[in-house]
């Protein structure tokens, strides 16, 4: 079966996409609006595009022309943001706070979510997340009239004690923190189904034998 994009419309490619591209990492960003009101929603467009510098970034799909979702409108205003990651004991916590809340709503309080104070930006990260980053806006790149691509720079990070085998070597036990992905629609994922696989070093590549 082929699929040409060119006939497709939005809807139909999203639905290719999203159900083939997976699993796909969570970001769930946390943002600060305009009274200081706390902002929760996750956003599964997302991955880590860089180290030096760190850059990560995820993509949202606006509701209309002027309404650049909640957490669109609080980065332009704060330029700065926490992308806190999703483990198996909060994913419903997560899908409480993707919830079409009107802009007066806290998904902090809808959801239970306790704020825990971020060391270099004002926005606060999601204390039930094990990993968390702080962000500072890079760019927001519009892919088209109604989305755009955040970039944010990573300028400090969070995780749980337990999760961290040695910190002066940065090795981390990805295994305790129980992340987990989106599948298509509302279907995740656990990271438990591990496959090994040792990358091959040039000089050992040999793969037809004289
Ligand atoms: C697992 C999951 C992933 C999502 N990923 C995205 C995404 O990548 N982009 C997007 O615009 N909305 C995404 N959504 C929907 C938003 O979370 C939802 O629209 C939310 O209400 C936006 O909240 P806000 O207005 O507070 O920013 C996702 C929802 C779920 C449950």
Redesign the pocket.
């Known amino acids: 079966m082929e699929f040409d994009f060119d006939a497709l419309d939005g809807k139909q490619r999203y639905k290719l996409l999203g159900s083939t591209v997976t699993p796909r990492p ?1 970001a769930w960003v946390s943002t600060l609006g305009p009274n200081g009101k706390l ?1 929760a ?6 991955n880590v595009f860089g180290e030096d510098p760190a850059v990560v970034g ?4 606006h509701r209309s022309e002027a309404d650049m ?4 409108s609080n980065i332009r205003l704060h330029r700065e943001f926490v992308v806190n990651l999703v483990s198996e004991d909060n994913l419903e916590k ?2 409480i706070s ?4 009107p802009p007066h709503f806290s ?1 902090f309080s809808e959801a239970e979510l306790t704020p825990a104070r971020s060391t270099k930006i004002e926005t606060p990260r999601i204390a039930e997340s094990h990993v968390a980053f702080e962000c500072r806006l890079t760019q927001i790149v519009p892919l088209g009239p109604l989305r755009s691509l955040v970039l944010g720079e990573v300028v400090h990070m969070h995780i749980d004690d337990d999760a961290v085998i040695d910190a002066a070597k940065c090795y981390i036990d990805t295994r305790k923190l129980r992340l987990v992905g ?1 599948m298509e629609a509302n279907s995740y994922v656990r990271t438990s189904d591990i496959l090994q696989l040792p990358r091959i070093p040039l000089d050992a590549w040999n793969p037809v034998q004289s």
């Open positions: 969570i902002n929603a996750p956003f599964s467009f997302f995820f993509s949202i799909q979702k909640d957490t669109g997560m899908n993707a919830i079409e809340f998904e989106r």
